[in-house]
């Protein structure tokens, strides 16, 4: 099977921009979480989603948004950007076929630079 | 709320040398916990996992783990490592309540000198 697959790998924008970020989950996994990476904050989990609704929240301001689709790709957008959103975000997705905490499989993220 | 602390951010050993990264986790119930590794520019791969049952976990490329509920702490190590073990890795514990959601630790940088 193939992985994950994040598009872009890389990105640039400038602030008061808005950005959306894809994921491709794993074939036939329904849950998709999307995390945050900096250097200064780590890992920080965003949101996840299993069959196009969101089922866990993170403690991001309302700029933050996903969804899912019926394919389960998922999408997040970021609008209004502002520097410190400069980060790595990663997608893990996972086949859920055990309810909860099951394996999340990781892409190799996105890289968006704020200027 | 649930959170890991990983003692160590930095990490160097030599190669063949045994290694033991720390973790700690603060969770109200039985925890379900991992030990992801990341290299530099890729995503995180998961090395071994503890839902329950046994409290040493084996893992892939050698590693293992121990949850010690008295301690609350879940460690990683690996007898012999190996020039390319170098990396950064991470303690994470699972959410309750449903859904795949993680709680990371802030990492250890894994340096192996040759």
């Known amino acids: 099977k193939a992985g994950v697959t994040q598009t872009p790998r890389y990105l640039i924008k400038t602030r008061g921009q808005q950005v959306t970020l894809s994921c491709s989950p794993i074939?036939?996994?329904?849950?998709v979480s999307w995390y945050q990476q900096t250097p200064g904050q780590g890992l920080q989990f965003l949101f996840e989603y299993f069959s196009e609704t969101q089922r866990n929240k993170g403690n991001f301001p309302g700029r933050f948004s996903g969804r899912q689709f019926s394919n389960s790709r998922s999408e997040m957008n970021v609008s209004t950007l502002e520097l410190g959103d400069s980060a790595l975000y990663l997608c893990?997705?996972?086949?859920?076929?055990?309810?909860?905490?099951?394996?999340?499989?990781f892409g190799p993220g996105t890289r968006l630079t704020v200027l | 709320a649930q959170s890991v602390t990983q003692p160590d951010i930095h990490i160097t050993v030599s190669e063949g040398a045994s290694l033991e990264l720390r973790c700690n986790y603060s969770y109200g119930a039985t925890p379900y916990l991992f030990w992801y590794v990341q290299s530099p520019g890729q995503g995180l791969q998961l090395l071994l996992k503890y839902f329950s049952g046994d409290t040493l976990v084996q893992g892939i490329k050698g590693f293992e783990a121990e949850f010690k509920r008295s301690q609350s702490s879940f460690n990683l190590r690996k007898p012999s490592v190996h020039w390319s073990d170098a990396a950064e890795y991470f303690c994470a514990v699972g959410a309750a309540g449903g859904g795949n959601k993680l709680t990371f630790g802030t990492g250890t940088q894994l340096k192996v000198e040759l």
């Open positions: 893990a997705s996972s086949d859920a076929s055990g309810g909860n905490n099951n394996e999340q499989f």
């Open positions: 074939s036939g996994h329904r849950s």
